[in-house]
């Protein structure tokens, strides 16, 4: 069974730094493509970060680039979303994916149950 576990959402000030991790089992890490998504209130889902694990390569939505970074650790099957200069509008669930990937969320089979970050200003 595919699962996928996210972690490390909180609240934070404005201009400060969280790091999510996403935990995947139930399949061989390098089969899929590993995202991040997000999702703030009366919003729809919209794809923030997603990294090929076989060659680390990442991709960012325009909005979050140069702030955040996203990486794997191929070794234990977790990929970490860095997240730098947070700002109130990066508040929303986020949610980490598996999948053949890009950013647009009908590309991810296996979703994470979520984590809550909120940016404080």
């Known amino acids: 069974e595919v699962q996928l576990v996210e972690s490390g959402g909180g609240l934070v000030q404005a201009g400060g730094s969280l790091r999510l991790s996403c935990a995947a089992s139930?399949?061989?890490?390098?089969?899929?493509?590993i995202g991040w998504f997000r999702q703030a209130p009366g919003k729809e889902r919209m794809g923030v970060s997603c990294?090929?694990?076989?060659?680390?390569?990442?991709y960012y939505a325009d909005s979050v680039k140069g702030r955040f970074t996203i990486s794997s650790d191929n070794a234990n099957d977790t990929v970490y979303l860095q997240m730098n200069s947070l700002k109130p509008e990066d508040t929303a669930v986020y949610y980490c994916?598996?999948?053949?990937?890009?950013?647009?969320?009908?590309?991810?089979?296996?979703w994470g149950q979520g984590t809550q970050v909120t940016v404080s200003s």
């Open positions: 994916a598996a999948g053949t990937g890009g950013l647009a969320s009908f590309m991810y089979d296996h």
């Open positions: 139930g399949f061989r890490f390098g089969d899929y493509v």
């Open positions: 990294i090929d694990t076989n060659d680390g390569r990442g």
